[in-house]
T-cell receptor, first 113, second 116 residues
Framework: QKEVEQDPGPLSVPEGAIVSLNCTYS??????FMWYRQYSRKGPELLMY????GNKEDGRFTAQVDKSSKYISLFIRDSQPSDSATYLC?????????????FGTGTKLQVIP | NAGVTQTPKFQVLKTGQSMTLQCAQD?????MYWYRQDPGMGLRLIYY???????DKGEVPNGYNVSRLNKREFSLRLESAAPSQTSVYFC???????????????FGDGTRLSIL
């Protein structure tokens, strides 16, 4: 079983819809939770990170962490065709120096105009 | 502002050949990383450099070596390429080791490497 599970999609939604992207994880030591966006044939870009449980909002994006359920979500409001990309969740935690970042395999999102 | 620059963008090698992937960042970041991305596997860390002068193994270091040439540059070398090393390679950087910045923040656009 992978430490981080993410539905690969693809997920197709009409423009303006609210998008919900999710990941589950098994390692209770994870404390930092990240979302990256990756356009086709480009490198990932860090969208948001949150520490521990709770919500964090940045413009049209909201990241949500539920540590009790080991479940994280990224919500995109008023989705735009420019949001079409693959979204990677990632997480890290533990004690000591370098905390390994574990990535999900990504969910491909297509926003239809 | 270029961010993280990787060269080359594409490369085809024969089994047993060697090559070096180059990476440079212009953001004065302390930490740099090399990842590979394979279908269904997610990004996996090959090597990282917490700061200039230090390098450490990640999850999948076998068959690779790295050099942190200076604060800006971090290269990845394949000494004897194997078909299993066919992948997309990404270099990344982050401000440094202090949380919450201890995760890759900026990625290059990747090197697509095929080993025949």
């Amino acid at each position: 079983q992978k430490e981080v599970e993410q539905d690969p999609g693809p997920l197709s939604v009409p423009e303006g819809a609210i998008v919900s992207l999710n990941c589950t994880y098994s390692n209770s030591a994870f404390q930092y939770f990240m979302w990256y966006r990756q356009y086709s044939r480009k490198g990932p870009e860090l969208l948001m990170y949150t520490y521990s449980s709770g919500n964090k909002e940045d413009g049209r994006f909201t990241a949500q962490v539920d540590k009790s359920s080991k479940y994280i979500s990224l919500f995109i409001r008023d989705s735009q065709p420019s949001d079409s990309a693959t979204y990677l969740c990632a997480m890290r935690g533990g004690s000591g120096g370098y905390q390994k970042v574990t990535f999900g395999t990504g969910t491909k999102l297509q926003v239809i105009p | 502002n270029a961010g993280v620059t990787q060269t080359p963008k594409f490369q085809v090698l024969k089994t047993g050949q060697s090559m070096t992937l180059q990476c440079a960042q212009d953001m004065n970041h302390n930490s740099m990383y090399w990842y590979r991305q394979d279908p269904g596997m997610g990004l996996r860390l090959i090597y990282y450099s917490a700061s200039e002068g230090t390098t450490d193994k990640g999850e999948v270091p076998n068959g690779y070596n790295v050099s942190r040439l200076n604060k800006r540059e971090f290269s990845l070398r394949l000494e004897s390429a194997a078909p299993s090393q066919t992948s997309v390679y990404f270099c990344a950087s982050s401000e440094g080791w202090a949380t919450p910045s201890n995760q890759p923040q900026h990625f290059g656009d990747g090197t697509r490497l095929s080993i025949l």
